[in-house]
């Protein structure tokens, strides 16, 4: 009952700072780019504070952190908290989004000022031409790139598909490739339950630039998986000692 109760009082906490902080981000939507960058950052800062405050879930970040410039972050993606954490944890990330995103009031105006990489999907060979055009941009301002390799949220029993798009990136941005995992889909679960505890999101070891297509998809994809199901396994144990003590 008490997580229930939680869960309720942190879905009002974020309808609210979402409408609070678009109603305030307004008039930077006119601004110069950099006047608005702080704004995005501090709702997902306001976020996770909601998480950390109603519900007890924490972050807890390991590994090497990477340079906030001149690299390109590859991350699992499991749950909605990805994306608020990595707008949290960055001033100016360019993360690649759905095209479809732009579309959404406020915070799809918001992406879009804020040149977020926006690719359509269904566009083949022209929608990575137009990513890697946008991220040799973001490198070339000195912004990190992050990029879900496989396109779309994924559970965790599903079988892993990293898309082509993250080969195109490593090949033409010449930066290195920092592997991500974590365990958020412990805890964020669907539209409305988030359990207490600590997501762990760890920097992997990183890929230098140069290797050839085929061992970069393969390293990446054994590096990121393999770091998943650690995370996801220790986060099992600990859950079951909590429960348990």
């Avoid at 990575?128 to 396109?151: H, L, N, S, W, Y």
């Avoid at 974590?182 to 679960?189: A, D, E, I, T, V």
């Avoid at 997501?199 to 970069?216: A, D, S, T, W």
Wanted: charge should be positive; aromatic fraction near 10%; hydrophobic fraction near 45%.
């Amino acid at each position: 009952m008490i997580l229930y109760v939680r869960c309720a009082l942190y879905t009002l906490w974020f309808v609210a700072v979402t409408i609070v902080m678009n109603l305030i981000s307004a008039p930077f939507l006119f601004l110069p780019r950099p006047t608005g960058m702080p704004m995005g950052q501090a709702w997902a800062q306001l976020v996770l504070f909601g998480l950390r405050t109603i519900c007890g879930l924490r972050v807890e970040i390991r590994g090497h952190k990477a340079e906030p410039h001149h690299v390109l972050l590859a991350v699992k993606h499991s749950t909605m908290w990805e994306t608020v954490a990595f707008q949290g944890l960055f001033a100016d990330p360019a993360i690649v989004i759905k095209r479809e995103l732009l579309a959404v009031p406020f915070y799809g105006w918001y992406c879009r000022k804020m040149k977020m990489i926006a690719i359509d999907r269904d566009a083949g060979a022209s929608s990575i031409r137009a990513m890697v055009r946008q991220g040799k941009a973001a490198i070339t301002d000195g912004r990190p790139v992050v990029i879900f390799p496989e396109g779309t949220r994924r559970k965790e029993d599903d079988r892993p598909d990293y898309k082509p798009g993250i080969a195109a990136l490593y090949m033409q941005l010449g930066v290195p490739c920092v592997p991500m995992a974590h365990n958020s889909s412990l805890f964020w679960q669907g539209r409305f339950i988030r359990r207490p505890g600590t997501v762990v999101l760890e920097y992997l070891e990183p890929i230098p630039h140069g290797l050839p297509r085929r061992e970069f998809m393969a390293l990446l994809q054994a590096r990121i998986e393999e770091g998943a199901k650690r995370l996801l396994a220790e986060g099992r144990i600990q859950g079951d000692a909590r429960r348990n003590s």
